[in-house]
């Protein structure tokens, strides 16, 4: 995904990106660790703002690819999304 492209572009019909497969890759890692050790590894493995991560993670949910590359991953986030959904809705 280029800077100048939005999360959602990058996610539409077409297959996924290195990045996007590093993000999905990365989630795995990072999804048990405190937040301040977590973007520090954002920032340092991933070389972008833990804000830029989130959105693009958030992207991802939606899409059949990342669906298709990580299953696991991408069905507990989208569980998590409709948990907190339910809770604060």
């Not at 990072?30 to 991560?53: D, F, K, N, V």
């Not at 991802?60 to 809770?87: C, F, H, W």
């Amino acid at each position: 995904m280029s800077k100048s492209q939005s999360p959602l572009e990058s996610v539409g019909g077409q297959s996924l990106t290195e990045q996007e497969r590093q993000i999905l890759d990365a989630q795995a890692r990072l999804a048990a660790l405190p937040a301040g050790p977590r973007e520090r590894l954002i920032r340092e493995q991933l070389g972008m703002s833990p804000t830029r991560y989130f959105q693009t993670l958030n992207a991802l949910l939606d899409s059949v690819q990342a669906l298709e590359y990580a299953p696991v991953t991408i069905n507990r986030l989208r569980r998590a999304r409709e948990d907190s959904r339910r809770k604060y809705w």
